[in-house]
T-cell receptor, first 114, second 116 residues
């Protein structure tokens, strides 16, 4: 069975500082990996995804994530956080046969200090 | 282009009552998914429609939950009778084409259900 762990429930960073959100997954083969963001009152928005190929993937809003098979991780990073990045972030894993059936982590809430 | 919409945005009902949630996917999207987030925990898959057919309903908690997708357009999720543990946020998502990870899922804003 596939599973996702986001170790950090809540993270606070200062505006302009760098950000890394952790995600560890469990899956028997190479999974599909996703990061979503949810702002208050909004649906989940896809930030980026990894299916295969280059292990460093670029997403929207200046985010990137690196797939590390040896560590079963898919951490999300941003070099300089903006106040508008405050939101809840979800890591998800999907099976290649049907990634629509995704397994999500518990989410990490990001607070940005001015 | 309109995104995925869900109605209502909030619903407060008493234990034992019936509630029906509605999801309107993006026009032309054959795949429609329901997910649920309970008590701020992980978002869990409930079921997947391809057009009007249930492709996978392995995540449905029990037979108090009934999902339909009439004519392959909008979908409803009925909870009857509702129990306290059904409280949570119900998300709907849709995607184009074949059921596969290559197609981005677009999520609605969710319906927050509170059962008292």
């Amino acid at each position: 069975a596939q599973s996702v762990t986001q170790p950090d429930i809540h993270i606070t960073v200062s505006e302009g500082a760098s950000l890394e959100l952790r995600c560890n997954y469990s899956y028997g083969a190479t999974p599909y990996l996703f990061w979503y963001v949810q702002s208050p009152g909004q649906g989940l928005q896809l930030l980026l995804k990894y299916f295969s190929g280059d292990t460093l993937v670029q997403g929207i809003k200046g985010f990137e994530a690196e797939f590390k098979r040896s560590q079963s991780s898919f951490n999300l990073r941003k070099p300089s956080v903006h106040w508008s990045d405050a939101a809840e972030y979800f890591c998800a894993v999907g099976a290649p046969t049907n990634a629509g059936k995704s397994t999500f982590g518990d989410g990490t809430t990001l607070t940005v200090k001015p | 282009e309109a995104g995925v919409t869900q109605f209502p945005s909030h619903s407060v009902i008493e234990k034992g009552q019936t509630v029906t949630l509605r999801c309107d996917p993006i026009s032309g999207h054959d795949n429609l998914y329901w997910y649920r987030r309970v008590m701020g925990k992980e978002i869990k898959f409930l079921l997947h429609f391809v057009k009007e057919s249930k492709q996978d309903e392995s995540g449905m908690p029990n037979n108090r939950f009934l999902a339909e997708r009439t004519g392959g357009t909008y979908s409803t999720l009925k909870v009857q009778p509702a129990e306290l543990e059904d409280s949570g946020v119900y998300f709907c998502a849709s995607s184009q084409g074949l059921a596969g990870g290559q197609n981005e899922q677009f999520f609605g804003p969710g319906t927050r259900l509170t059962v008292l």
